[in-house]
């Protein structure tokens, strides 16, 4: 059996993990997947040892899918932080249910893989932040 992507679900407050546990529901219980939830009194610094500590210890090897709540927010920008200085993390901002759980379907695929299959099945609703980012840098580049 190919090995699993492991994933982490980041937001602010309980929605990561109660997106979790309605996957669970509906597809059983997921192993390497991690919830890093932000309270309103969670410390930025904490947070985002946490975030970084969590991703290295689910890490197999092979990649890290983080998918976050939205862009602009902490839970994005701290992982974009690890995504600028690590090259096997795909970083999602805008997911749901139905993006988690397709991710969750097809984590026996190549990170790069799974990043096309979230494009393909949501273009609309979830976007590749690394994209985003290069886009900008490349745009600034042009200035």
Known sequence: MPTEI?????SHG?????????????LGKQHN???VAL???TNINDARILLADTCQAINQGDGVVILVDMMGGSPCNLASELLLTHDDIL????????????VLS???????????VI????????FNVGDRLQAEQTHSMDL
């Open 91 to 102: 970083l999602f901002c805008g997911f749901n249910i139905p993006t988690l759980l397709e």
């Open 39 to 41: 309270q309103p009194e």
């Open 119 to 126: 494009e393909e099945v949501f273009p609309g609703s979830c």
């Open 14 to 26: 309980p929605f990561a993990q109660g997106a979790l546990s309605c996957a669970e529901m509906l």
């Open 33 to 35: 997947v991690a919830v």
């Open 106 to 116: 097809n984590r026996d695929l190549p990170l790069q893989e799974i990043g096309k």
């Open 6 to 10: 492991p994933v982490i679900l980041a």
